[in-house]
């Protein structure tokens, strides 16, 4: 028996900011930001869209036509949590209806805890295999305006459904682990936007790259050139690039610099023009693979690499199910991009600057999402969601 994903989808803001704009408030050449980089634009929330909508809007597909009764747990993985002791899960639950007979967790580890969730659904099936999971990973990345990371900013959220012989993507019980107390990334209690160390962060992302792919072969036995393709977690989309060609040296690869790109390449589509997604970007970017292979990937064996500052790390395998691509969600997915609004730099200023209140009295918000649900309001400190009307 095999486990692994048997659905998945995604969702972003319907607003963004092409980074052309902020080029020319900046004065530099939008290439800094287009080639340097490697992104375009960056997904940006209005007042009634957060973690929890999003991630309603990503799984509200998955639901449609199965029997919900079957998920056992929902895990809800985000660095940008909405609450100290509730888990964004529970809300999650009640807004698709889910059964009361199902656990619901948040995780936490910076960028890596989506893979901690995947983990650990893939094994509550393999221990009951007429369960599902229900994998929600959710995440606004904000950084200060003006500093090195305005440009990685960005929003979204992946949807997976784990099950006993699915449809997608079979994940491998072998994975590689690597973890270090460091401070290349963080965000204290107090603060509304990340620190960084940009250069520090790089360092710690490619030296775990090498420990815990070390440490997956050494498990597994896989050779580098036995993996077909790669998705890696993307802070930016040239990240992926300098990951892919630091392994093929580490593992002294004989392909070349082409060949390895291209092993990538199918994987960055979404992430160029989203933006940062923490969580969510290495699965949004096994989306964009499985949406953008011009080649039937039955058959073929994929490489991950799950980075989470601070740091924990983890490289895994799998292998992607023949029949495939009857399943997938293309067509929402460019519909959902392509009808995003622009925004001006300075729409982008006065979303960036909104501030939720937190006096406790009673406040509802301005319908801008166009997602099927949204933030309300918040009265009395308690968070209203609801669907769009």
Request: with cysteine; glycine share 6%; aromatic share 10%.
């Amino acid at each position: 028996m095999s486990v692994g994903i048997d659905d998945i989808s995604f969702a972003t803001s319907n607003f963004y900011l092409d980074l052309k704009n902020l080029a020319d408030v900046q004065q530099i050449e939008t290439d800094k930001f287009y080639l340097g980089i490697g992104q375009e634009k960056m997904g940006i929330v209005p007042a009634d869209e957060d973690v929890v909508t999003m991630a309603a809007n990503a799984a509200y597909p998955l639901l449609q036509g199965i029997d919900k009764n079957r998920i056992s747990t929902l895990l809800f993985a985000t660095e940008t949590a909405i609450d100290q002791s509730k888990a964004a899960g529970l809300f999650v639950h009640g807004l698709l209806d889910l059964p009361s007979r199902c656990r619901v967790v948040e995780l936490k580890q910076a960028c890596y805890s989506a893979t901690a969730a995947l983990q650990m659904a893939c094994a509550l099936v393999a221990r009951n295999p007429e369960q599902q999971v229900l994998v929600l990973a959710s995440d606004i990345a904000r950084y200060d305006l003006n500093s090195s990371g305005e440009a990685t900013q960005g929003c979204g959220a992946v949807a997976m459904l784990i099950s006993a012989n699915p449809r997608l993507v079979e994940i491998d019980p072998q994975s590689g682990h690597y973890s270090e107390d460091v401070m290349d990334f963080w965000r204290p209690n107090y603060r509304s936007t990340a620190l960084v160390d940009g250069k520090y962060s790089t360092k710690i992302y490619l030296k775990a790259l090498k420990q815990a792919w070390t440490h997956y072969h050494e498990v597994s036995g896989v050779e580098f050139d036995q993996l077909d393709y790669f998705c890696y977690h993307l802070p930016f989309s040239r990240m992926a690039e300098k990951a892919q060609l630091q392994l093929a040296r580490f593992c002294k690869s004989d392909a070349d610099c082409d060949t390895l790109l291209a092993k990538i390449e199918p994987s960055l589509h979404y992430n160029r023009i989203i933006g940062n997604s923490y969580t969510a970007s290495m699965y949004i970017g096994l989306n964009s693979l499985l949406d953008h292979a011009d080649e039937d990937l039955s058959g073929k064996r994929i490489g991950f690499f799950s980075y989470g500052s601070g740091c924990v790390a983890e490289f895994f395998g799998g292998r992607i199910v023949e029949g495939y691509r009857a399943h997938l969600r293309r067509e929402r997915h460019r519909q959902l991009l392509a009808e995003r609004q622009e925004l001006s730099y300075s729409e982008y200023l006065r979303f960036y600057n909104f501030v939720h209140p937190t006096d406790g009295g009673d406040h509802q918000f301005a319908e801008q999402t166009r997602g099927r649900f949204r933030l309300a309001g918040i009265s009395q400190h308690k968070r209203i969601y609801s669907p769009r009307s």
